[in-house]
């Protein structure tokens, strides 16, 4: 069986790169600067099924788009999610949080999302592209 993405992320998410070990995702909702990891492994719905290099390697990319997200969106704080409710597929919420964002300090699911503007898009993924695709 070949690794598959769940078509709610093709249809709620926008190709950004592939690392390694996972998919990056830019979510569609420019509320938030909001990337979601998924590990490119078939029948994996929590960390704890992946193998132990595997973990090991998630944490690593985890931490390597955080600081790029702070550096991009500068900003200080970045919040790192492993839900699965909706979407049972194994990933990684990665959202740079400010003070002046319209859920502070709340979650960012208590307010509706607020899809891209086709130029916002195009700039977004260009610069998350750039800087994600340097360092590698």
Known sequence: MIFK???KFLKS???VTELKLCLVRLNDNSKFPWIILIPKRKNITDISDLN???QVLLMKEIVYVSKIMKKIFKTSKINIEKIGNLVPQLHIHIIARSKKDSSWPLSVWVV???KYSKSALVKVLEKVKERLNKKR
């Open 13 to 15: 998410s926008y190709h």
């Open 5 to 7: 993405i769940d078509q």
């Open 52 to 54: 132990s290099k595997d």
């Open 112 to 114: 509706k999302g607020k």
